[in-house]
């Protein structure tokens, strides 16, 4: 244990250093990348805010009774059914706390999933996504699930950088939270050759020179692309948090027309725009008429195909509010903004 944790901190002292670095030159990104929820997406449950700030935490449900309680710098996750418990130190915080954060610990050389997470919108703990209809015939079965070995190279591959090297969880490597390599790849040589001043050779992935497509694949390694979904579900109103799915059924999504990619409307190095007249610039970039010659034009190859899109006759302002409403799933707490681009009509059937 004591190795593990020495390994963290070295990683995580690895990765200051090289955040440090792109920020010689990337400075603005790096500054506000470094606040953005993709940042704070994994946390030591020694460094979540969360579990600071709520040291006494507590959910009942039936003869189980769950508890998170702040002792020290530790937090100590705890079910019990009135004559046993199980108890075990809470490893990782998963999630930066936009819906909420869920708790891994590792017990008898496995990792294992919370029953119960913290949601925002509450305050406090409800069952973990997947866990309200969960057998809990026994205390082993209501404490937490038993998370395989892809899984966990999954959780930890989307919610932290370097995680997985050669198809293995390496937590030696491991820096919590989404930074400069998730995205733009390893950076090592490319750092390597801008300390000796020959920068060129080894240049990053650069997402505004990727196509539509490529960037929902890119954005769809952790947020589920059209592919991800359309074989494996869920199905209804699950899947709404997986934006890149939800995208691609959009009418007007378009592989070639950079109008419609993830980057046209989220810089990756920011805090989500919650303000929803923001987006109307958006909506207007394809929603305003282009002409075919304009499409065509070396300054506007952002256009695709020249089409003229029909303008909203109901409302200017605010377009998202109506084209893309909100979702709420059961048990989460929070309210997901659907991506899938449409005229929605009240009261009518999500669209699968």
């Given at each position: 244990m004591i190795f593990a944790l020495l390994l963290f901190l070295q990683a995580s002292a690895w990765a200051r250093d090289q955040t440090q670095e792109c920020?010689?030159?990337?400075?603005?990104?790096?500054?506000?990348?470094?606040?953005?929820?993709?940042?704070?997406?994994?946390?030591?449950?020694?460094?979540?805010?969360?579990?600071?700030?709520?040291?006494?935490?507590?959910?009942?449900?039936?003869?189980?009774?769950?508890?998170?309680?702040?002792?020290?710098?530790?937090?100590?996750?705890?079910?019990?059914?009135?004559?046993?418990?199980?108890?075990?130190?809470?490893?990782?915080?998963f999630g930066f706390g936009t819906v909420g954060q869920t708790y891994v610990f590792e017990r008898n050389g496995a990792y294992y999933e919370a029953a119960v997470s913290f949601y925002s919108g509450l305050g406090g703990l409800d069952w973990t996504p997947g866990h309200a209809g969960r057998d809990r015939g026994n205390l082993e079965e209501a404490a937490a699930r038993k998370i395989d070995p892809a899984e966990t190279r999954r959780c930890f591959g989307c919610h932290?950088?370097?995680?997985?090297?050669?198809?293995?969880l390496r937590f030696e490597s491991l820096v919590p939270g989404v930074h400069c390599g998730q995205c733009h790849g390893d950076g090592t040589q490319h750092l390597a050759e801008m300390r000796t001043g020959k920068a060129g050779n080894a240049r990053m992935a650069k997402l505004s020179a990727m196509s539509t497509e490529d960037l929902s694949n890119l954005c769809g390694r952790c947020h589920r692309t059209w592919a991800d979904i359309g074989a494996n579900g869920p199905r209804g109103i699950l899947n709404v948090r997986f934006q890149p799915y939800r995208l691609t059924n959009s009418k007007c999504y378009d592989t070639a027309d950079r109008r419609i990619a993830c980057t046209a409307c989220h810089d990756p190095h920011a805090h989500p725009v919650e303000d929803a007249s923001f987006y109307d610039a958006k909506c207007r970039s394809c929603h305003s008429p282009v002409t075919r010659a304009a499409a065509n034009r070396a300054d506007a190859d952002h256009v695709s195909g020249g089409q003229s899109l029909k303008l909203c006759p109901v409302a200017k302002q605010n377009c998202i509010t109506c084209h893309m409403p909100k979702v709420e799933i059961p048990g989460l707490h929070f309210h997901f903004t659907d991506h899938r681009i449409r005229i929605a009509r009240p009261g009518e059937k999500y669209p699968d």
């Open positions: 920020g010689h030159c990337h400075r603005a990104e790096a500054a506000s990348q470094a606040s953005t929820p993709m940042a704070h997406a994994l946390h030591s449950a020694q460094d979540s805010e969360i579990l600071r700030n709520h040291p006494n935490l507590s959910y009942s449900d039936g003869k189980y009774s769950y508890s998170i309680r702040r002792e020290g710098g530790r937090s100590i996750y705890a079910v019990t059914d009135g004559n046993a418990a199980i108890t075990a130190p809470i490893a990782w915080a932290s950088t370097g995680a997985v090297q050669g198809g293995q």
